[in-house]
C-alpha cells in the first residue's frame, strides 16, 4: 500500500454518508516477533487505521441521534470484518460503520 503523506490526506474529496468514517489502515506488519519476513501473501490486514474523515451523525428508526464517536486524526481499531474497501487515487481506504469501530488508540 502506497504512503500517504498529510498533506495528500487532505486533497480527499470523498465524504462519508450518515453513520460511517472513511479510514486510512495502517500497513500490515511485514516481520514476525521473532524476525521472520512474510511474504506478502501470508501479511494479515490490519484492522486499525487513522480516520480521514466523518459522516453526519446517524439517526436510528426511533429518532435517537448516535454522534461520531472519533474525530479525524484519531487511531482506530475496528472489526477485522467490518468496513468495505475502496480505492482513491492508487490508495486503499475503508468506508467503516460507526458501529464497526471497536477503540480508540491512544
Not at 500500500?1 to 486533497?11: L, N, S
Not at 506478502?40 to 439517526?59: H, R, Y
Amino acid at each position: 500500500m502506497p504512503k500517504v503523506k498529510i498533506e495528500e490526506k487532505k486533497k480527499i474529496n470523498l465524504k462519508p454518508l450518515t453513520g460511517y468514517v472513511l479510514v486510512l489502515p495502517s500497513e500490515a506488519e511485514t516481520k514476525t516477533a521473532s524476525g521472520l519476513y512474510l511474504p506478502e501473501s501470508a501479511q494479515e490486514k490490519p484492522a486499525q487505521g487513522t480516520v480521514i474523515a466523518i459522516g453526519d451523525d446517524a439517526i436510528l428508526e426511533s429518532g435517537k441521534v448516535v454522534k461520531a464517536p472519533v474525530k479525524v486524526g484519531d487511531k482506530v481499531i475496528y472489526k477485522k470484518w467490518g468496513g468495505d474497501e475502496i480505492k482513491l487515487n492508487g490508495v486503499e481506504y475503508k468506508l467503516v460503520k460507526f458501529d464497526d469501530l471497536m477503540a480508540i488508540i491512544e
